[in-house]
């Protein structure tokens, strides 16, 4: 079934999707994600500047890298955090698990 104003199922992606649009990238799933890849990494920063021993601090540029992947989230992230959910079965987990695999990455 195509999805038209008549298929929808709710007037927000019907009838109101226009108006709406604007919403889409803060209140879709997409945007439930990039909030938590953004709260992630400023947890994980502030882990690192809470002194722990176990926790050394980062540097500049480990911040950096940890910032950007939220700066430039997109969808192709967000459909990884989404594969990764299928195995782990817990939201936040994929999220924790799609950072330290792009920080792996990175020279």
């Known amino acids: 079934m195509t999805l038209t104003a ?12 226009a108006k709406l649009a604007a919403l889409r990238p803060l209140l879709s799933e997409f945007g439930l994600m990039h909030r938590r890849v953004q ?21 500049e540029a480990a911040r950096g890298l940890l910032r950007s992947l939220a700066l430039r989230f997109s969808e192709a992230d967000a459909q990884a955090i ?5 195995t782990t079965n817990h ?6 698990y799609w950072i330290k695999a792009r920080i792996e990455h990175e020279p």
């Open 6 to 17: 008549l298929t929808a199922l709710s007037p927000l992606d019907g009838r109101y999707a």
């Open 39 to 59: 709260v992630e990494v400023e947890w994980f920063i502030a882990l690192s500047d809470a002194g722990f021993a176990e926790f050394k601090p980062l540097s």
């Open 82 to 86: 989404k594969d990764i959910e299928r």
């Open 91 to 96: 939201d936040v987990k994929a999220v924790e």
